[in-house]
C-alpha cells in the first residue's frame, strides 16, 4: 500500500476581514489622538511665544536698570524697539509681539502683547500680555484682561516692511 503523505501549506497573510478590523481600530485611535494632539500643539506654541515675550521683558527691566524708567524720554512718549517681534523665534512665525503705548504710565510700567498672525493654527486663541511684574495672560483680549471676547487675528500685512521680511525669512 502506498503512504500517501498530504501537507497542508501553513497560510501567509491575512484574511481581507482582518485587514478591514485593523483599519477600523486605526481609524477610531486617530480620531481620538488628532484634536488632542492638535491641542497639545497649541498649548505649546502659547508657552513658546510667552517665553520669546519674557525674553523682551528682561530687555524692557535692562532698560528700566539703565534708564531709570521704561520709555526713552521723560514724558514717556518714546519707547525703545524690542529685540524680539516674532514668536516663535525660529519656524513659522505665530506671533506678533509689541508694547502696548497705553499702558506706560509715565515710563514706570509696561505691558508685552502677542497677537496671533492671521491664518496660523493660533489665530482663534487670543493674545497673551505680560507686564513689568512678569505676569502673564494668555487667551485674552487686546485690553489685556479677560473681560469680553478674546483678540482678533493680526495680518501680517498689516506689519511694517522689517516685520514682514523676518516673518518672511523664518517660513
Known sequence: MMNVRIEMKAK????????????GVMAVLMLLAVPSIRERNQKVNLDTAAQVMLKDSLFMEKWYGLNGRYTRDSAG???????????PESGIALY????????????NGYILLAEPLCGTVQ????????????NVIKGTNNSCNNSGGLCSCINSSSLSAAVQARIAAQQ
Open 123 to 134: 489665530a482663534s486663541l487670543g493674545c497673551i500680555c505680560i507686564d513689568q511684574d512678569a
Open 96 to 107: 506678533y509681539i509689541s508694547l502696548k503705548t497705553g499702558s506706560m504710565d509715565s515710563g
Open 12 to 23: 501567509l497573510g491575512f484574511t481581507l476581514i482582518e485587514l478591514l478590523v485593523a483599519l
Open 77 to 87: 512718549t518714546t519707547f525703545p524697539s524690542l529685540p524680539y517681534v516674532i514668536a
